[in-house]
């Protein structure tokens, strides 16, 4: 098993571009979720998916988009990149909780706005 | 909403000796699992311990255990006999069982002192 994976390792965008960072698990797990990485805040969930087709907010969601349309596939898409946004970007999955389950996360997208 | 405080920023314990890590939670929900993750500079992000909140019984795993006081909303982590390769950044983490939310402190980052 690859586990998770994310694409691009690294990225710098010029403010306003939009992209999709990409996030897929090979574990057949339901539950994938986005956080951002800053100095100081800790990890902070951005949105969270408990299956296919369907979605929720985080503690940080403005400014993204998710969709979840098939189970191992869930990419965060920056809109209009803004400085703010500068940070590195993890996905996790893990299985539901009647597993009292951990999550897996991928290595991360370290991203640059400026 | 749910919250988890690490309060913390940063520790240092000689190496051998044993150091104790805070996290305090607010929740109004009373299924869910806590749990402990290491963050070393390679940025991966590694399971250290887990609890279930409807276990009463303290989980330990090797040098690793906590001390969870349910009617607190604590859950502290001790780590016996240190080691070099323990110095990581450490993230107490909540994850609610009605939804599968799961949220993370702002971390300690906690240094071995040789």
């Known amino acids: 098993n690859a586990g998770v994976t994310q694409t691009p390792k690294f990225q710098v965008l010029k403010t306003g571009q939009s992209m999709t960072l990409q996030c897929a698990q090979d574990?057949?797990?339901?539950?994938m979720s986005w956080y951002r990485q800053d100095p100081g805040m800790g990890l902070r969930l951005i949105h969270y998916?408990?299956?296919?087709?369907?979605?929720d907010q985080g503690e940080v969601p403005n400014g993204y988009n998710v969709s979840r349309s098939t189970t191992e596939d869930f990419p965060l898409r920056l809109l209009s990149a803004a400085p703010s946004q500068t940070s590195v970007y993890f996905c996790?999955?893990?299985?539901?909780?009647?597993?009292?389950?951990?999550?897996?996360f991928g290595p991360g997208t370290r991203l640059t706005v400026t | 909403a749910q919250t988890v405080t690490q309060s913390q920023p940063e520790m240092s314990v000689q190496e051998a000796e044993t150091v104790t890590l805070s996290c305090t939670y607010d929740?109004?929900?009373?299924?869910?699992?806590l749990f402990w993750y290491k963050q070393p500079p390679s940025r991966q992000m590694i399971l250290v311990i887990r609890?279930?909140?409807?276990?009463?019984q303290n989980a330990t795993e090797n040098r690793f255990s906590v001390n969870f006081q349910k009617a607190a909303k604590s859950f502290s982590l001790k780590i016996s006999d240190s080691q070099l390769g323990d110095a990581a950044m450490y993230f107490c983490?909540?994850?609610?069982?009605?939804?599968?939310?799961?949220?993370f402190g702002k971390g300690t980052r906690l240094h071995i002192l040789p």
């Open positions: 929740t109004s929900e009373s299924d869910y699992y």
């Open positions: 998916s408990v299956g296919a087709g369907i979605t």
């Open positions: 574990m057949n797990h339901e539950y």
């Open positions: 996790a999955s893990s299985p539901p909780t009647g597993r009292a389950a951990e999550q897996y």
């Open positions: 983490a909540y994850r609610r069982r009605r939804d599968d939310k799961i949220i």
């Open positions: 609890q279930e909140a409807y276990k009463q």
